[in-house]
């Protein structure tokens, strides 16, 4: 296919990749990318790019990946504890990188006039009256192209309840962290990172009622539109003083927002395509909107390149992309849920609060988790089985989960698989139903005021029962949660014996007690760890 003239509108980094790969591909073809602010006007502290990432991006175009390299600052990962003074290493494998957005930007721009794209910046651009082949619009979640001809795209954007903000400090943290700041209106969580060595990302979210207690954010008062919350910020670096080590909180337009999700069922319209979160968006807390706006202008590129014609080109774009998009959005939307009610968790204790967050979104299992970081699964391990781990995690962990026993007042299960029928003949146990939709919902809001009710009337203990795919599943793995948090009751998960991966992720995270296929458990066949004296604490052997 001849490619003539191709204008992108939005100069971040989906944009400015995309041109770049284009002009790789045709170097005869004119691209041209127009972008509304000025370099010195960019704002946003650092992003990160995860060791997968960074094979795609070498694989497309190695030349930019080594400066994005060059220029990055790797780091690990760990999750604290409420009080900050207990931590657990959670991904310390040094693949992860961090870059100064501005840094990258200049990077990318760099490369793509080396290429011989032509930038024009400053100027507000039209997508729907350029004169071009192929229209890219990668001009972000408020895209302009998108919101003009929304019914057309099948544009739906959903608003989250939690608020975020995005803020820096001024100096590197030793890793990325996860950590809790409790305060008299409520709990702040923080995902932070290093991206050079005198600066970190500091995203802290927390949920409206905890603003309101503090009275800060947009509930309260409203900044101007450029501006920074310097009042939330001063209450944040209080808060999260521990963490801070004395170092300040640095605002660039820092305000509070809710996350917005966008969908749409169409990424392309009479030659003009979206690209990155001017189509889709996916939590932060999942991966970052650069990674995916990037690897979706490879996929694009390689789309235009393999086809006859543009048609067809998009076409193939969109069908080859949107599955993985689609997925990740899943994964992003199970993810903003499970932070959205992170403080309910806070007395939970932190390593088995590392593997619920490694298994939130149902994408990493315990047994892929444990290869990676042994020392945190152990002492989960040892905290869900009340009994000293040995030095050598179990060789099948999952395994080993399900055939744990379990003693409850005058309950006591010599494994947590029961069967559905034994189980629902003591009176004490009830079976809800629930269908498909998320945990954090209506329909769960409804379940959890029934159970909380039966709970009042005597009944101690749950099965929840529904659907038997995986999405369904994991649904009520979080809704069980919800309901023993909210009870104290016992809860079991019905659900098919070849998801017992997922069901022995969600005994060790404490979503439920127990799980229930029909089918008994044999004894693990290697022997079980020695029990521990019931006042000594759940150390490793």
């Known amino acids: 296919m001849k490619l003539n003239r191709v204008a992108v509108v939005g100069g971040g980094p989906g944009g400015l990749y995309a041109a770049r790969l284009l002009k790789l591909r045709w170097p005869d073809c004119q691209v041209v990318v127009h972008e509304q602010s000025v370099p010195s006007a960019t704002f946003g502290f650092g992003v990160g790019l995860a060791g997968r990432t960074q094979r795609r991006l070498e694989a497309a175009d190695p ?17 604290r504890n409420r009080t900050g003074a207990a931590l657990v290493r959670a991904v310390h494998d040094g693949a992860q990188i961090g870059i100064a957005r501005s840094r990258l930007l200049d990077i990318l721009q760099r490369h793509a006039e080396k290429a011989g794209v032509e930038i024009v910046v400053g100027q507000r651009a039209d997508a729907w009256s350029l004169d071009a082949d192929l229209v890219i619009a990668a001009d972000g979640v408020n895209s302009s192209a998108r919101t003009a001809r929304a019914q057309d795209f099948g544009a739906e954007v959903a608003i989250g309840d939690g608020y975020y903000l995005w803020a820096g400090t001024d100096f590197a943290l030793p890793t990325a962290m996860f950590a809790p700041a409790e305060t008299e209106h409520g709990t702040f969580v923080t995902h932070a990172y290093p991206y050079q060595p005198d600066r970190s990302t500091f995203l802290i979210e927390t949920d409206a009622d905890t603003l ?3 009275g800060l954010g947009a509930i309260r008062h409203e900044p101007a539109r450029d501006a920074s919350d310097t009042v939330s910020l001063a209450y944040l670096e209080e808060a999260f003083a521990g963490v ?9 337009r820092t305000q509070w927002l809710r996350f917005r999700t966008v969908r749409c069922a169409r990424w392309h319209v009479d030659g003009t395509v979206l690209l990155g979160d001017a189509a889709h968006t996916a939590h932060y807390s999942i991966g970052s909107g650069t990674k995916i706006a990037m690897e979706g202008a490879i996929a694009l590129v390689d789309a235009l390149q393999r086809s006859e014609d543009l048609p067809t080109a998009l076409t193939a774009y969109e069908s080859e992309r949107r599955p993985k998009v689609e997925r990740l959005q899943d994964l992003a939307e199970r993810s903003r849920l499970w932070w959205e009610s992170f403080p309910q968790r806070l007395e939970t204790p932190v390593e088995r609060v590392t593997v619920a967050y490694m298994s939130r979104a149902g994408n990493v299992p315990l047994a892929r988790f444990a290869q990676t970081n042994p020392e945190v699964v152990r002492r989960a391990l040892a905290d869900y089985a009340g009994r000293t781990v040995r030095d050598r995690l179990p060789d099948d962990p999952d395994r080993w989960v399900l055939t744990q026993p379990l003693q409850r007042d005058d309950l006591s299960f010599a494994s947590r698989v029961v069967e559905h029928e034994s189980l629902l003949a ?5 079976e809800l139903h629930h269908g498909s939709a998320p945990a954090w919902s209506a329909a769960g809001d409804r379940l959890l005021e029934q159970a909380t009710s039966l709970h009042r009337d005597g009944i101690t203990g749950f099965l929840l029962s529904g659907p038997p ?4 599943v994991l649904n009520r793995l979080d809704l069980a949660e919800r309901i023993r948090l909210a009870t104290g009751s016992l809860v079991a998960v019905h659900a098919p014996e070849r998801l017992s991966a997922d069901l022995a992720a969600g005994l060790v995270s404490s979503r439920i007690d127990l799980a229930c296929w029909d ?3 044999a004894a693990a066949a290697e022997p ?4 521990r004296p019931a006042a000594a604490s759940a150390e490793l052997g």
């Open 426 to 430: 003591d009176a004490r146990f009830a």
């Open 528 to 531: 079980p760890p020695e029990p």
């Open 519 to 521: 089918i008994a458990v």
């Open 469 to 472: 795919d995986r999405p369904a």
């Open 63 to 79: 030349d930019s990946l080594r400066d994005m390299v060059a220029a990055g600052y790797r780091y690990g990962s760990e999750m």
């Open 244 to 252: 801070l080590e004395g170092h300040r909180l640095i605002g660039n």
């Open 212 to 214: 309101r207690r503090a």
